[in-house]
């Protein structure tokens, strides 16, 4: 309820801002755009509509560009808001509940990726490229100075020494708690659960210094699993999870919002049963296979 209370409200926002461009015969500008979890990138194309602005070229590109600039940060902020922070909501519901500042997300926004504006092939609109960096919207989160203790077991079991840790989520599974499955969607901070519901990853498990710089997992695809390489892992995956990672089948998927995978007890013994195998916990050598279709969420505005 929250999270839609918060996303209404930032669309009934930006409803407002180019209901009164069109009243009001201000600049008109359009957002399209993609947060893209496997590139850890939220891509936004932003577009001027040059005669709704009065502005005619050569002489008023400068003006035309200077709106953009002046107009991005505003436009892109409701769809960084609507980032899903985890299972219960998203960047917006922490701003609301006092956890995290819109300032932050202003600062993360003005930080972006710009791509140098360009005129379309008829010179009726201008347009302008903006990246934000996922990994650097999860750092601003960052507030613990050391990683809590990844949990142990009293009874430990015998495990082999990995590189890291995949979690393939590569279908529809179990809700734990409902009579329904569904699909693993990311987040910036997912959970891991085994199948007796006990903790066993989350993002203050992470050396802050490793959080600083990058998210705590790293959403793959399916394919990136199954290539031609002697680890059979795509070179981007293998540098984070090495040569031989623990490969483990997610039993089921838990959070108001599906997203923190659930694995066997006995797969959750072999992590932390070993120092070096909870040392992959701290520093987030951790990726969750999920859906392609999950990967690459578009949005736009105005609809």
């Not at 947060?35 to 936004?44: G, I, S, T, V």
């Not at 795509?234 to 990672?245: N, Q, T």
């Not at 120092?275 to 279709?293: C, D, K, S, T, Y």
């Amino acid at each position: 309820m929250g999270k839609q209370k918060t996303n209404s409200g930032l669309l009934c926002m930006a409803g407002l801002l180019f209901l009164g461009a069109a009243v009001y015969g201000e600049p008109e500008l359009q957002v399209r755009g993609s947060l893209e979890w496997d590139k850890r990138e939220l891509n936004a194309q932003v577009t001027l509509d040059l005669a709704s602005a009065g502005i005619r070229l050569p002489a008023g590109r400068g003006q035309a560009e200077e709106i953009l600039a002046a107009e991005y940060p505003g436009l892109l902020r409701p769809f960084v808001l609507s980032i899903p922070a985890d299972s219960s909501g998203t960047i917006g519901d922490l701003v609301d509940r006092g956890v995290f500042s819109l300032r932050k997300t202003g600062d993360i926004i003005a930080a972006s990726r710009k791509v140098p504006p360009a005129l379309s092939a008829d010179l009726r609109f201008l347009s302008a490229g903006y990246t934000v960096a996922i990994d650097a919207v999860s750092a601003a989160f960052v507030e613990h100075h050391r990683p809590a203790e990844p949990p142990r077991t009293l009874n430990p079991v015998p495990s082999a020494s990995y590189t890291g840790i995949i979690i393939i989520a590569g279908e529809a599974l179990p809700v734990h708690g409902r009579r329904t499955s569904a699909v693993l969607l990311p987040c910036l901070f997912p959970k891991i659960w085994d199948t007796d519901m006990n903790l066993i990853y989350e993002r203050n498990h992470t050396d802050p210094r490793i959080s600083l710089q990058n998210a705590i997992v790293r959403y793959e695809r399916e394919e990136n699993i199954f290539r031609p390489t002697p680890s059979g892992l795509s070179e981007e995956l293998e540098s984070l999870v090495g040569p031989r990672p623990l490969r483990i089948i997610a039993r089921g998927v838990f959070g108001i919002r599906p997203t923190d995978p659930i694995i066997d007890r006995e797969d959750a013994l072999t992590i932390i049963s070993s120092e070096n195998n909870r040392r992959l916990l701290r520093e987030g050598r951790v990726a969750l296979i999920v859906p392609e279709a999950s990967l690459k969420v578009p949005f736009q505005y105005p609809d």
